[in-house]
């Protein structure tokens, strides 16, 4: 069976795999008028596990953006707080306390499967994803024109083409293999039991991790909330223990009692894991590319797997979209390898640097272990040797092509470019006549919801507020017709045509953006800053590279 393209949208892409990562991709593409066929090897659209549990508050600020953050927040488990033990004594503590402009609790913890249901039952609405379940790929093929894929699908062979193919097919992704794409790394001493199981217990909004507890002497246990009276459990065990004799619910369900007492217990799952650290070669080959655990792949004390693949599905996302709708040329999708391999070297480097001081491969690097707990157990000043996990933070595309320094523009911003978006309530006060962009007064809103999936130029007033004569600069502004124009500002403020104008409500939050110059942001569709310019009527304050440069001027 053949199953062409879409010919309802501009373009079409293939996706390998409906986890997550998969999902996300094909609706950020439904954002970008794009349309794609998930090919998915379940019959399940759910994995049906907890797997990857923490959601980062940008990871949470992007879910919010697609509309399947209700619920993630409301039944999830928020905490803010990290506390270390050696034996049975706290020797760290580590706090994310929420600031003013912050809109998300730092983490949530929310079970994986529920996440791929809720992008699912997202992404169907769209009506332009197509989910094909019990579907394996075989062999694919790329020229010019296009790719083309073999699937084994319930009735026999079929066939899928598209303009692109998306590879979100796991670690041990067939696409890259076919590819003969390498993917280097190391495998962790650490093997661990992980379980969930439900209980009445105080302290849900704490994540907890021991080395060397009286519970467990020889290992490491981590504890923390998945979702309302369940927990996750991580329990160390060597490599020489049988994984399905551990797994028994009765033996998880004693181990669970000697870390929280006799407090009722329902094991709920548990599986035995070994954790690898490894990234692939190349993030792209032609018209293929990886995403997700085909990409990368690091142990989970960070949350830096399923966090840092969502960056990968956003950044992908709108750049396809942006080339197949005609906004952008075809070069504009080098930069994905380029910058989302960068961000897998840094996870990488940081998890690798974790799970060596957490499972050490040998007695000298035990015994340092212990030494740097010891001495942080006698001396609350030692505790900054102690590596517990550097947990999810976004990774800056400082060195990208689409990224200008501020240096080069000659200002010194506090919204550094290559960084996210700070994001803030704030409200539309609405757009003049002529605006084509803009919701209508006085609805609320996020800035990073506001500006995500275009290309924006976001004006911001300086110490003289929002004046006519920024107003002009900001229309004047060289881009494409189909740039959105918009400006942020503190107050009551009158829409001008063609511009919309969002307000921030409090003096808190608009410190975040606001300084003696009037600046110009040149903000990404993924809320990543590009670059940052004075608006102070000394020329075109644009000279912003790559990626505003190199678009058409129209779109088709």
Not at 65 to 87: H, K, M, P, Q
Not at 142 to 171: C, H, K, N
């Amino acid at each position: 069976m053949a199953v062409p393209g879409n010919t309802g949208s501009p373009g079409h892409v293939v996706i390998v795999g409906a986890g997550p990562v998969g999902m996300a991709t094909a609706l950020l593409l439904a954002r970008q008028n794009v349309s794609s066929v998930v090919l998915e090897r379940r019959d399940d659209p759910s994995c049906r596990q907890s797997r990857a549990v923490t959601v980062q508050r940008d990871i949470l600020a992007l879910y919010d953006r697609l509309g399947v953050a209700e619920e993630i927040i409301r039944d999830g488990v928020s905490w803010s707080l990290g506390r270390t033990y050696y034996g049975d004594r706290e020797i760290l503590q580590l706090r994310w306390p929420t600031r003013g402009e912050e809109i998300y609790p730092p983490f949530v913890n929310f079970p994986q499967f529920r996440i791929e249901e809720l992008l699912y039952e997202a992404a169907m609405a769209t009506g332009l994803v197509d989910l094909r379940l019990g579907r394996t790929a075989g062999e694919v093929e790329q020229d010019d024109s296009g790719v083309r894929l073999s699937v084994t699908g319930p009735q026999g062979p079929e066939t899928y083409t598209g303009d692109y193919l998306v590879a979100a097919d796991g670690i041990g992704s067939g696409i890259r293999r076919q590819l003969g794409i390498t993917f280097d790394g190391w495998q962790t001493e650490g093997r661990f039991l992980v379980a969930d199981f439900e209980a009445d217990l105080p302290f849900e909004r704490e994540r907890r991790l021991w080395f060397n507890p009286p519970f467990h002497p020889e290992g490491i246990v981590l504890m923390h909330g998945v979702m309302r009276n369940v927990w996750r459990l991580d329990w160390q065990i060597p490599f020489d223990l049988d994984a399905d004799v551990e797994t028994e619910p009765t033996r998880v369900e004693a181990r669970v009692h000697t870390v929280i007492g006799d407090h009722p217990v329902r094991v709920i799952r548990s599986n035995a894991y070994t954790f690898q650290q490894r990234r692939a070669s190349e993030f792209r080959r032609g018209r293929i590319f990886l995403v997700g655990d085909a990409a990368h792949v690091v142990s989970p004390f960070g949350a830096r797997g399923m966090n840092s693949g969502m960056e990968d599905a956003e950044n992908l996302a709108w750049k396809l979209g942006f080339v197949l709708t005609g906004r952008a040329e075809a070069s504009l999708l080098d930069s994905y390898h380029t910058e989302r391999a960068a961000a897998a070297d840094h996870h990488l480097e940081l998890t690798g640097a974790s799970m060596r001081f957490m499972t050490p491969d040998a007695d000298t690097g035990r015994q340092a272990r212990d030494a740097a707990l010891a001495a942080a157990a006698a001396d609350s000043a030692q505790a900054h040797r102690v590596d517990s996990g550097k947990l999810y933070e976004p990774f800056p595309y400082s060195d990208s092509a689409l990224t200008v320094p501020a240096t080069a523009l000659g200002t010194t911003p506090r919204v550094q470019p290559g960084t996210p978006l700070p994001d803030l309530r704030c409200a539309h006060a609405g757009a003049g006549a002529g605006a084509g962009a803009g919701a209508g007064a006085g609805a609320e809103s996020t800035l990073r919801a506001a500006l995500a999936g275009e290309l924006t130029l976001l004006a911001v007033p300086g110490a003289g507020g929002l004046t006519a004569e920024l107003v002009d600069r900001l229309a004047a502004t060289t881009a494409p017709a189909w740039v959105r124009r918009s400006v942020l500002t503190h107050g009551a403020a009158t829409p001008p045509a063609g511009i919309d104008v969002l307000t921030v409500p409090s003096e808190e939050m608009w410190d975040v953006y606001s300084g003696e110059r009037d600046l110009l942001y040149l903000v990404r569709p993924d809320c990543y800053v590009a670059a940052v310019a004075p608006l102070d009527g000394d020329g075109d304050p644009v000279v912003f590279g790559t990626l505003l440069s190199d678009v058409p001027a129209t779109a088709h």
